[in-house]
């Protein structure tokens, strides 16, 4: 059993998950430490807000993540806001974590009145498509070629 959960209601698992993100995005985001992440983390809100961040737990064990943000590309901050750090540690992948947490912040980002939710990826294109996302365009960031996508809030 998966419970999706806001990471301020489980503050244990901060500085794991900071630690996973860093892991896992240091490249394309250079200037985010650890250290940052975990303060960044702890500022965001505990409840359908822009930022926010979601968790999937599984026995008590931190199993993935996503976030609510108002900018994900310093390149783009006229687009907001973003779905960003959608992670499912590999011990629980394929399990449909990732759908879970990403239907959770299209459903926060329509209740905080947004009325479109972008995101950008190097790799997951045709995952997020078979979701009802679309491709605004490819892009160079932080030297890796990545596509924008955006999701239509309005069809919610």
């Given at each position: 059993m998966i419970n999706i959960d806001y990471l301020g209601c489980?503050?244990?698992?901060?500085?794991?998950?900071?630690?996973?993100?860093?892991?896992?995005?240091?490249?394309?985001?250079?200037?985010?430490?650890?250290?940052?992440?975990?303060?960044?983390?702890?500022?965001?809100?505990?409840?359908?807000?822009?930022?926010?961040?979601?968790?999937a737990i599984s026995d008590d064990k931190l199993a993935g993540s996503a976030s609510l943000v108002i900018s994900d590309m310093d390149t783009h901050d006229h687009l907001t806001p973003w779905l960003a750090s959608v992670y499912v540690h590999e011990n629980f992948r394929?399990?449909?974590?990732?759908?879970?947490?990403?239907?959770?912040?299209?459903?926060?980002?329509?209740?905080?009145?947004?009325?479109?939710?972008?995101?950008?990826?190097?790799?997951?294109?045709?995952?997020?498509m078979k979701r009802g996302w679309n491709k605004l365009e490819t892009t160079e960031y932080h030297g890796e070629l990545v596509d924008i996508m955006y999701y239509d809030l309005n069809s919610i």
């Amino acid at each position: 059993m998966i419970n999706i959960d806001y990471l301020g209601c489980h503050s244990q698992f901060t500085s794991i998950l900071a630690q996973w993100h860093q892991d896992e995005w240091s490249k394309i985001n250079p200037g985010l430490t650890t250290s940052k992440r975990i303060d960044l983390y702890n500022s965001y809100k505990s409840e359908a807000a822009i930022p926010s961040c979601l968790i999937a737990i599984s026995d008590d064990k931190l199993a993935g993540s996503a976030s609510l943000v108002i900018s994900d590309m310093d390149t783009h901050d006229h687009l907001t806001p973003w779905l960003a750090s959608v992670y499912v540690h590999e011990n629980f992948r394929s399990q449909g974590i990732a759908s879970q947490l990403i239907q959770r912040i299209i459903e926060n980002a329509h209740q905080c009145g947004a009325k479109i939710l972008y995101l950008f990826t190097a790799d997951q294109s045709s995952f997020y498509m078979k979701r009802g996302w679309n491709k605004l365009e490819t892009t160079e960031y932080h030297g890796e070629l990545v596509d924008i996508m955006y999701y239509d809030l309005n069809s919610i």
